[in-house]
């Protein structure tokens, strides 16, 4: 089982507490240029095109039965050079601690947290707080034991950002707004379906142009678990 980190900003914070989040989308660098596949079976296809496929790049374990890690391979079944790998950074059985936009109550930025961990309390943005660039600090900076969320990850496919559906998007933390979708009850990136609000979420994240780019992204599927990933069961 392997720990890591991961970022969410603060509405995807409040999506993941109030459980309407189970999934995200991360940007994979290093695909080889491919045909567009969504494909993690452990078997070759029959038919002649080249395919996706998860290569063991962990041990198989009981919470990892197909031993899918982190070597991705292009699979040639024609006459064209294959396999490629690539590289990705989350697998079946990840558990995935959350940082967030915090600060330390009555504590300025450049306070060391690590001197205020047993005597201040931390408190997140996205509880509601109003932004203060001199105690606020980035996610970046978020030590393990400041976690409050811990994500166990379930299904990792590796596909096109345009290749998410309706019912994934919705999965992504999206609420019904205004007869529409939208990040929050507030309608913030609203959009008539929750795929077209997800296009808006995701380039105001990543930059304007980036549904249009069509990166390659790991969808993410995972349970949440509120607690610090020290403290909740595995």
């Given amino acids: 089982m392997t720990d890591r980190p991961i970022i969410f900003s603060a509405p995807m914070v409040r999506a993941l507490i109030e459980g309407r989040k189970f999934q995200t989308r991360r940007i994979v660098n290093g695909v080889p240029d491919m045909p567009p596949a969504n494909c993690h079976s452990s078997h070759k ?12 790049g962990e041990p198989k374990t009981p919470a990892n039965p197909r031993g899918m890690g982190l070597n991705w391979h292009w699979w040639q079944v024609d006459d ?16 995935l601690w959350v940082k967030e936009a915090w600060r330390i109550d009555g504590a300025g930025s450049r306070v060391p947290a690590e001197m205020c961990r047993l005597h201040r309390a931390v408190e997140y943005r996205a509880d509601g707080y109003e932004p203060d660039r001199h105690a ?7 030590p393990r034991w400041a976690s409050r969320l811990t994500l166990t990850v379930t299904d990792v496919r590796v596909q096109r950002l345009q290749d998410i559906t309706e019912d994934d998007a919705q999965a992504e933390g999206l609420v019904q707004a205004y007869d529409g979708w939208a990040t929050d009850p507030a309608g913030r990136c609203w959009g008539p379906t929750a795929r077209y609000s997800f296009v808006q979420l995701f380039d105001s994240l990543h930059g304007d142009g980036v549904w249009e780019a069509n990166p390659w992204v790991a969808a993410i599927s995972f349970d949440v678990h509120r607690g610090n990933i020290d403290e909740v069961q595995p």
């Fill in 45 to 56: 296809p029959k038919h002649p095109a080249p395919y996706l496929d998860a290569y063991c």
């Fill in 80 to 95: 064209r050079p294959g396999p490629t790998a690539f590289k990705l950074r989350y697998a079946t059985g990840n558990r």
């Fill in 136 to 142: 606020e600090r980035s996610p970046i900076f978020m």
